[in-house]
């Protein structure tokens, strides 16, 4: 079993910055490859990025390539994502994800945190 916490949402400008944290628990965090989602009410859960287990490989959606970096740090068993230059569209509650399916953009991830609130006003 594996129990994913998500840090660090909350209230930002637009053009703003946040650091997301995402730590694991359980299994062995070097063992899987990580992954980030955002939703919001009414839409389907949306891939944002995602990182190989040994940290050298990453893959970002379009809407937030060159403004978005994920990271692990495998010592305190965490993953990040940093999130620059913010915009009112990336307003969503952000999800961490362990285990993924064959193709990392599908939701169907095995383990998932609770969600932690991003919001960017315009």
């Known amino acids: 079993q594996v129990k994913l916490v998500e840090s660090g949402g909350g209230l930002v400008q637009a053009g703003g910055s946040l650091r997301l944290s995402c730590a694991a628990s359980?299994?062995?965090?070097?063992?899987?490859?990580m992954g980030w989602f955002r939703q919001t009410p009414g839409k389907e859960r949306e891939f944002v990025a995602a990182?190989?287990?040994?940290?050298?490989?990453?893959l970002y959606a379009d809407s937030v390539k060159g403004r978005f970096t994920i990271s692990r740090d495998k010592a305190k068993n965490t993953v990040f994502l940093q999130m620059n230059s913010l915009k009112a569209e990336d307003t969503a509650e952000y999800l961490c994800?362990?285990?993924?399916?064959?193709?990392?953009?599908?939701?169907?991830?095995?383990?998932w945190g609770q969600g932690t609130q991003v919001t960017v006003s315009s």
């Open positions: 359980g299994r062995t965090f070097s063992t899987f490859d």
């Open positions: 994800a362990a285990d993924p399916p064959l193709s990392w953009m599908l939701p169907g991830w095995h383990y």
């Open positions: 990182i190989s287990r040994s940290g050298d490989y990453t």
